[in-house]
């Protein structure tokens, strides 16, 4: 675990020139830091904290749009009332992120720059249209999230390329979300199989439909053939159906230890349904308490 270098930022400018020069940030270090202890991977031989970066935390709205610095942590993200309200799958993703301590400290950036396939934040956020802003010394550019995984564990960055922040914007009216999770335990454990709906309601019939899978494919994506099933559909039990199995055709998921991909594979329909009863109950006003996972329906 020994670093040849390691230094803290205190703006952007100094954490970005830190990264010109070969460093690989660190921000809750729940995931770098911790897996080096488990020996998953060495420690960068070049370190630069960014955690007191000010400029990097937050989180604002403006115009219903929500803005989330680098540094926004699960804790804040699940307890905004904004999130909560209007984001709502983002705020049971960041909920049921490892166990208090980790939501304390792990942040927003940290979540999607480690692009595991089975990290909570990516369905929800892709399935809300959010894109993040990269910045170097060369410049800033605008990525959308489905565009920032390039398979397990990369991310289409530059590794001089710091996430600054993340925005999401405001959903249609009549818009509402969910993401549920498979899990073997409460705490301390990631998505064995995960799905995220979003779904706008019009007079009682779905307008637009987002449907996302995780840990069931090498990165975090969507299904259009999934979304197309709920489309101009009354969000009934044969539409519902249909979305959850083309769902789970569209899996193509791993065996590990944690589960077998026959497994994954039939839990995926499963899953995915509960994610979009959860949204559809969601969008007809139905109590469905964060996070789904635990609270909601199925
Ligand atoms: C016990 C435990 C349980 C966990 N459970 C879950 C879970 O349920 N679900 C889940 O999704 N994750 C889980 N995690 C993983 C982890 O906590 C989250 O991914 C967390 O959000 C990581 O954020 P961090 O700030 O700690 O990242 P760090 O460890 O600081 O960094 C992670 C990676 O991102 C890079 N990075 C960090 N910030 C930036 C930035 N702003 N710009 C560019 N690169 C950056 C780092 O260089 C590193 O490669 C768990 C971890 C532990 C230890």
Redesign the pocket.
């Known amino acids: 675990m020994s670093v040849a270098s390691f230094t803290s930022a205190a703006t952007v400018d100094d954490a970005l020139a830190a990264l010109a020069a070969g460093a690989?940030?660190?921000?809750?270090?729940?995931?770098?830091?911790?897996?080096a202890r488990q020996g998953k991977a060495p420690l960068?031989e070049r370190i630069v904290a960014?955690d007191r970066v000010a400029e990097?935390s937050g989180i604002s709205e403006l115009d219903g749009a929500l803005h989330l610095g680098?540094?926004a942590t699960?804790s804040e993200i699940a307890t905004h009332p904004l999130v909560r309200e209007r984001f709502t799958a983002l705020a049971d993703?960041s909920a049921?992120?490892?166990?208090r301590a980790?939501r304390a400290?792990?942040?927003?950036?940290?979540?999607l720059?480690?692009a595991?396939p089975?990290?909570?934040?990516g369905g929800p956020l892709q399935c809300l249209d959010a894109s993040v802003m990269l910045q170097s010394s060369r410049g800033s550019r605008w990525v959308p999230v489905a565009e920032l995984f390039g398979g397990p564990g990369a991310t289409t960055?530059q590794p001089d390329?710091?996430?600054?922040a993340v925005d999401v914007p405001a959903p249609a009216e009549g818009t509402a979300s969910a993401y549920v999770r498979l899990e073997y335990r409460r705490q301390?454990?990631?998505?064995v199989v995960g799905a995220t709906a979003a779904v706008t309601l019009a007079g009682g019939a779905v307008s637009a439909a987002r449907v996302a899978i995780t840990a069931l494919a090498p990165t975090i994506r969507r299904v259009p053939e999934a979304e197309a099933a709920l489309e101009s559909s009354d969000g009934g039990e044969a539409a519902v159906a249909a979305a959850a199995a083309a769902a789970a055709a569209a899996s193509a998921p791993i065996s590990d230890v944690r589960a077998s991909e026959g497994y994954r594979r039939a839990m995926a329909e499963v899953i995915a349904r509960r994610a979009i009863e959860a949204a559809l109950a969601r969008g007809r006003g139905e109590l469905v308490p964060i996070p789904a996972s635990s609270g909601g329906t199925g």
């Open positions: 690989r940030p660190v921000a809750g270090g729940t995931d770098l830091v911790v897996g960068p960014i990097l680098a540094l699960h993703a049921i992120v490892g166990s980790t400290h792990g942040t927003i950036g940290g979540n720059m480690n595991s089975a990290m909570e934040t960055a390329e710091l996430l600054v301390m454990e990631i998505a």
